[in-house]
Nanobody, 124 residues
Framework: QVQLVESGGGLVQAGGSLRLSCAASGRTFSTYDMGWFRQAPGKEREFVAA????????YYADSMKGRFTISRDNAKNTLYLQMNTLRPEDTAVYYC?????????????????WGQGTQVTVSS
């Protein structure tokens, strides 16, 4: 089973950018559809973006479209989330996850393996 470790979080001013990475262990990363979720204090975990195993199809939450880009490098066993034009409301812990199925990639219940999360804080 794949294991996931996120990195790249930090403190950034509003309007700035960050790139999150999710390093996967194991040889099967390339077979998983992957997703990014986030959770702010006192709020439920919410979908951010997802990408199919081959990188050909991506999905985004409406509030992230045009600002965030999900990508992957299967040769490096790494998932990415490029975040631009960050807003204070983007402040959250960001998690990467490996899906247990090929459908409903916007639902957290689809995912069976989760990373530990990385904190993103956007100051105004």
């Amino acid at each position: 089973q794949v294991q996931l470790v996120e990195s790249g979080g930090g403190l950034v001013q509003a309007g700035g950018s960050l790139r999150l990475s999710c390093a996967a262990s194991g040889r099967t990363f390339s077979t998983y559809d992957m997703g990014w979720f986030r959770q702010a204090p006192g709020k439920e975990r919410e979908f951010v973006a997802a990408i199919t195993w081959d990188g050909r199809t991506t999905y985004y939450a409406d509030s992230m479209k045009g600002r965030f880009t999900i990508s992957r490098d299967n040769a490096k066993n790494t998932l990415y989330l490029q975040m631009n034009t960050l807003r204070p409301e983007d402040t959250a812990v960001y998690y990467c996850a490996a899906a247990g199925g090929r459908y409903y990639l916007m639902r957290s219940t689809t995912y069976k393996v989760w990373g530990q999360g990385t904190q993103v804080t956007v100051s105004s």
